[in-house]
């Protein structure tokens, strides 16, 4: 497990062992961890279009998404910020909202490393 300077994991192999064992296959584990790594930057980007143009419903939409498939995959810290994010949305606050989002490109930076390698050696 990897953890950040915020104590919670980049990503947390249990989520993902987790998964592999109600799927019944690690197989189909690991290729939805690959399907979320491949999606992860058209979703940080949709978000911060999104968040920066204002639109509350489809942000809230993309964060709660993310924040989901994030948590599935054992991304805490991604999953802890993006419903951060949702819940300054929500709130009405989207300057705080806005500045999120270097804290989402900073986890789904780290998140896709740790996948790469968690992939490369699977």
Not at 7 to 22: K, W
Request: hydrophobic residues 50%.
């Amino acid at each position: 497990m990897t953890v950040t300077a915020d104590a919670l994991p980049i990503l947390e192999q249990a989520r993902l062992d987790a998964l592999a064992a109600e799927l019944d296959s690690r197989t189909d584990a690991l290729d939805f961890a690959a399907t979320f790594l491949h999606l992860l930057p058209r979703r940080i980007g949709a978000i911060a279009k999104t968040v920066a143009a204002g639109h509350a419903e489809a942000a809230h939409v993309a964060l709660v998404s993310l924040a989901s498939s994030a948590g599935t995959v054992g991304a805490l810290q991604l999953e802890h910020d993006a419903r951060h994010a949702d819940q300054e949305i929500r709130a009405g606050h989207f300057s705080d909202a806005r500045a999120a989002i270097p804290l989402l490109d900073r986890d789904a930076e780290a998140v896709a490393h740790a996948l790469q390698e968690l992939l490369g050696h699977a």
